[in-house]
């Protein structure tokens, strides 16, 4: 759909189960549109069915399914979006009452990841994404459409092709599993490789959240920031522009959606995988935004999801600029777990730095030492382990100023030139 010049006319649908409101159903479709205009698309209409229960052949039942045949033709669209996800002989049986293609949100979501995907990892795991989501979807392609259907790439589709087509499908697919352990492997020599003891802090949250305005703001950098759902689909990662105890790397991910297909989350792990081992994470949360709850709640889960433990979480809620305010957290509490600020504007970005810096500190102890010449090595080592701030040279040793993580004062206690000593056996 992304590739078409001309904007492709789609009608979108919800369904209204009884234990949904008609307001939050209204809410996802707005965030459907939202993506289909990603995409590419216009919404000419939408619809929502009100049932009992789904209807196991359509979804939205019969004639709602007919009614829909309708419009489409009277409205001229070409495609159906639905916002929950469709059975394979569900999103067939729709096609055939009503004449047109339908695809579902997950649907929807590969194919506006397929067309922002630049880099190599990320076109992998798009495509890997899209061919599993497509594997069990294979069976009868086409052949109910073949009225209209018809063209280059639908002809002749028999049970023999389809079974060579799976073949291919699958083939393709550990390939490129393959593939992304190989991106996986080397991502870890070359973290190793830096020596790392470089403080990371990542950006994770709900997609126009402003993780990237926000990227843009600590880092000085150039992220695009725009008002697109997945607008970043790569990790990306550069040095924070301001004076910080460690060397600090700032990190910005891609978005999380409601209803992430299942299988581009699994194949997404790769790019997140610099989320799950920062030191820091921010949640960034759209204060300003009516669904903040649904879309905190969204991001929560794939936090636990990917193992990262609260301790390293902390909420930073964007977006106080403007007049809306739906939630933001009581001011002073929590502890250095929360924080309120404006990506754009920079209101509160001095807290935030303020909260990476206590948590950047916290793992060590700021401690000025005497390293004699004849201990050089252990200078050596304190480059590689800490932070070091200042250093002078006299004929008996170097004076050193530096941050020490907790695990390494002990070799480095003897030297100290403050009550270090006494601390450290305190703690
Ligand atoms: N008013 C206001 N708008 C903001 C703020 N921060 C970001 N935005 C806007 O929100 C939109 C999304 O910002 P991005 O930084 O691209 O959001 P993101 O979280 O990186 O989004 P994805 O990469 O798509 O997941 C843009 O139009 C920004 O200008 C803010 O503090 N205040
Ligand atoms: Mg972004």
Not at 98 to 112: M, P, Q, Y
Not at 186 to 203: P, W, Y
Request: hydrophobic share 40%; net charge neutral; no cysteine.
């Amino acid at each position: 759909m992304s590739s078409n010049k001309v904007r492709e006319k789609v009608i979108i649908v919800g369904l209204i189960l009884p234990d949904r409101f008609r307001a939050s159903a209204d809410e996802h479709l707005d965030e459907l549109e939202q993506l289909i205009d990603t995409a590419g698309g216009t919404v000419v209409a939408r619809i929502v069915a009100r049932r009992p229960a789904p209807d196991a052949a359509t979804w939205i039942g019969s004639g709602k399914a007919e009614e829909l045949g309708q419009m489409a033709a009277r409205e001229k669209a070409s495609l159906v979006v639905f916002d929950d996800d469709l059975s394979p002989a569900q999103a067939r049986n729709l096609e055939t009452i009503i004449g047109i293609r339908v695809i579902d949100r997950s649907a929807l979501i590969l194919d506006i990841f397929a067309g922002r995907a630049r880099s190599r990892e990320a076109k992998t795991q798009v495509e890997l994404a899209q061919l599993e989501y497509r594997l069990p979807r294979l069976a009868g392609q086409w052949k109910h459409l073949e009225r209209q259907a018809g063209g280059i790439g639908t002809r002749g589709v028999g049970e023999t092709q389809l079974e060579i087509d799976r073949r291919i499908v699958r083939r393709r697919i550990s390939q490129l599993m393959g593939e992304l352990e190989k991106v996986e492997r080397t991502r870890q020599t070359q973290r190793k490789a830096r020596g790392d003891s470089a403080f990371t802090v990542a950006l994770v949250g709900y997609t126009n959240a402003g993780k990237s305005t926000l990227f843009n703001a600590l880092t000085g950098g150039e992220a695009w920031a725009v008002d697109k759902l997945f607008a970043t689909l790569d990790a990306k990662s550069q040095r924070a522009a301001f004076p910080m105890p460690r060397r600090t790397v700032i990190i910005d991910t891609v978005g999380f959606i409601r209803k992430l297909p299942h299988d581009l989350v699994a194949s997404f792990r790769s790019t997140m995988e610099e989320a799950v081992t920062a030191d820091l994470v921010l949640h960034v949360i759209d204060s300003s935004h009516p669904q903040l709850e649904e879309q905190r709640a969204v991001g929560e889960d794939v936090l636990r999801d990917l193992g990262i433990p609260e301790e390293r979480v902390v909420e930073v809620y964007n977006k106080i600029d403007g007049t809306t305010a739906f939630g933001r957290p009581a001011a002073g509490g929590g502890a250095g777990r929360h924080t309120s600020l404006s990506a754009l504007t920079g209101e509160g970005v001095d807290r935030l730095l303020q909260i990476i810096r206590e948590r950047e500190l916290a793992g060590g102890d700021v401690v000025e030492l005497e390293i004699p010449n004849e201990d050089g090595r252990l200078l050596a080592l304190l480059h590689q382990v800490a932070e070091v701030y200042e250093e002078r040279s006299d004929d008996r040793g170097t004076v050193v100023r530096a941050w020490i993580p907790r695990s390494s004062l002990h070799v480095f206690v003897q030297f100290s030139l403050s009550n270090l000593q006494k601390r450290a056996k305190v703690s």
